[in-house]
Structures are given as structure tokens and as C-alpha cells.
């Protein structure tokens, strides 16, 4: 798959069927999001947005994996989230209509859904439902957030590692995420920030706790729970 490849409608369009937001709209108004979107594909390493890029369009992955990070001036990456297949993000930057203060890059090859930024202000005018989800979207993002903060000033590579994997299990963020997580250890690394053989370290070290199990190309969590009470230092 090559970046920027423009993806078949049909798959874009079963992938918006599914979306939880657009279980609520009239036929009119999922008509209308239909005709208005785009997917393409991205290779792994590619970059889907650049920081300080015009937040043009709200996006989804369709498949894959992909973070959205940010590099200081002095060169320190910081990666806030990583976004896996089924998820929507970026509408903090949409509704601003700000530069995106972040840079969106494909983790493994990825499909990504595009819906223009005037679609989604007029479903946001238009379609109560859809104002309802965004809201509950938010307020998860919010909390998303706060704790990521907690967890880079308080946490040791063990907790932020546990962080991004029980995150990945966020029902309002990632909807569609299994026990059974289709990521390696080297993307791991890349999501925290770390290097593979640290995060190599931490992996092994939640499943010593009994929390996961690493297997080749994947991670099966055994205690989401205690997982997430392992994120939180409870």
C-alpha cells in the first residue's frame, strides 16, 4: 500500500455505517457524510498530517494503527495517543479551526477516513445525536488526557506502558480494540516514546504481574482491570 493511495468506497462506506455516531443520523444526513468523505492509505512511517497543518477534516483510522505526537524544539518527542482501527479523533482541532498542534504519523500501514470540516460543523448544527456522542467524546478525551499528564510527570516506564495499552481499551475512544491487541513490541516503544528494548523490559514485566501475555506480533491482555488499576499506581 502506497501513502496518500486513495482507498474503495465501499469499504469507507461499511466503515461509517459502523461508526457509533452515525447510528443516530436521518438518512439525509449520513447521505450527505457519505458523499462528503475520503479515505486514503498510508505506509507504515508516513505521515498522515504535519503539525501546524490547516485541521481541514476530522479523522478516523479505518484499519492500522497510527499516533499523533509532537517534537519540541530541541528535538524531544512526545507522543500523546495512539490511535487504532475504529477510532475517530482530531475534534478539538476541527472545532477550533486552528493549525493542529500535533502531527499524525502511520505506525504500520494504515487506512485513514478524512470527513471535511464543514460536514462535520453542519452534523454538529443539525443532528442532535451526533452533538450528544461529540460531547461524551470530549469529556473522554479530557480524561484521556489529565491522566497522560499524571502519568509522564509521576509514572516509570512500567506504568506508562500499561497506560498506553489499557487506554487502547477506552470505550468511548476505541470502540472496536479486542483482549487480543494486533501490535508489536517495537510499536509499543514507539507509542511510549521509549526504545524497543525498554519497552521490551516493561512488556515483560506486566506479564511477569500476570496482566498480559507477549506473543509474536501481539499482546493478549489477561487482567484488563488490573491492568488499569497498574496505569493509575492504585
Same mark, same amino acid.
Given at each position: 500500500?502506497?501513502?496518500?493511495?486513495?482507498?474503495?468506497?465501499?469499504?469507507?462506506?461499511?466503515?461509517?455505517?459502523?461508526?457509533?455516531?452515525?447510528?443516530?443520523?436521518?438518512?439525509?444526513?449520513?447521505?450527505?457524510?457519505?458523499?462528503?468523505?475520503?479515505?486514503?492509505?498510508?505506509?507504515?512511517?508516513?505521515?498522515?498530517?504535519?503539525?501546524?497543518?490547516?485541521?481541514?477534516?476530522?479523522?478516523?483510522?479505518?484499519?492500522?494503527?497510527?499516533?499523533?505526537?509532537?517534537?519540541?524544539?530541541?528535538?524531544?518527542?512526545?507522543?500523546?495517543?495512539?490511535?487504532?482501527?475504529?477510532?475517530?479523533?482530531?475534534?478539538?482541532?476541527?472545532?477550533?479551526?486552528?493549525?493542529?498542534?500535533?502531527?499524525?504519523?502511520?505506525?504500520?500501514?494504515?487506512?485513514?477516513?478524512?470527513?471535511?470540516?464543514?460536514?462535520?460543523?453542519?452534523?454538529?448544527?443539525?443532528?442532535?445525536?451526533?452533538?450528544?456522542?461529540?460531547?461524551?467524546?470530549?469529556?473522554?478525551?479530557?480524561?484521556?488526557?489529565?491522566?497522560?499528564?499524571? #502519568?509522564?510527570?509521576? =509514572?516509570? !516506564?512500567?506504568?506508562?506502558?500499561?497506560?498506553? *495499552?489499557? $487506554? %487502547?481499551? /477506552?470505550?468511548? @475512544?476505541?470502540?472496536?480494540?479486542?483482549?487480543?491487541?494486533?501490535?508489536?513490541?517495537?510499536?509499543? #516503544?514507539?507509542?511510549? =516514546?521509549? !526504545?524497543?528494548?525498554?519497552?521490551?523490559?516493561? *512488556?515483560? $514485566? %506486566?506479564? /511477569?504481574?500476570? @496482566?498480559?501475555?507477549?506473543?509474536?506480533?501481539?499482546?493478549?491482555?489477561?487482567?484488563?482491570?488490573?491492568?488499569?488499576?497498574?496505569?493509575?499506581?492504585?
Amino acid at each position: 500500500m502506497n501513502a496518500h493511495q486513495a482507498e474503495p468506497r465501499g469499504k469507507l462506506l461499511e466503515f461509517l455505517a459502523s461508526s457509533p455516531w452515525c447510528k443516530g443520523l436521518t438518512q439525509d444526513q449520513f447521505d450527505r457524510v457519505c458523499g462528503d468523505a475520503v479515505s486514503r492509505g498510508f505506509t507504515a512511517g508516513a505521515t498522515v498530517c504535519l503539525r501546524e497543518s490547516p485541521s481541514e477534516h476530522w479523522l478516523a483510522v479505518v484499519d492500522g494503527l497510527v499516533k499523533v505526537d509532537t517534537v519540541s524544539a530541541d528535538g524531544r518527542a512526545t507522543t500523546f495517543a495512539g490511535v487504532p482501527g475504529g477510532a475517530w479523533f482530531g475534534e478539538g482541532a476541527v472545532l477550533k479551526g486552528e493549525p493542529r498542534p500535533y502531527a499524525v504519523v502511520a505506525i504500520r500501514d494504515s487506512t485513514v477516513a478524512f470527513v471535511p470540516r464543514a460536514t462535520f460543523l453542519w452534523l454538529l448544527d443539525n443532528s442532535h445525536s451526533f452533538s450528544r456522542w461529540l460531547i461524551d467524546q470530549l469529556n473522554a478525551r479530557l480524561g484521556y488526557y489529565v491522566a497522560l499528564v499524571e #502519568g509522564l510527570r509521576l =509514572g516509570d !516506564v512500567n506504568t506508562r506502558v500499561a497506560y498506553c *495499552l489499557a $487506554e %487502547l481499551f /477506552n470505550p468511548q @475512544l476505541y470502540p472496536n480494540t479486542q483482549l487480543r491487541i494486533d501490535i508489536s513490541q517495537e510499536e509499543i #516503544g514507539r507509542l511510549t =516514546g521509549m !526504545v524497543r528494548q525498554t519497552a521490551y523490559r516493561a *512488556l515483560h $514485566e %506486566l506479564e /511477569n504481574a500476570g @496482566l498480559i501475555r507477549v506473543q509474536y506480533g501481539s499482546i493478549e491482555v489477561m487482567d484488563l482491570e488490573g491492568l488499569k488499576k497498574f496505569a493509575l499506581g492504585a
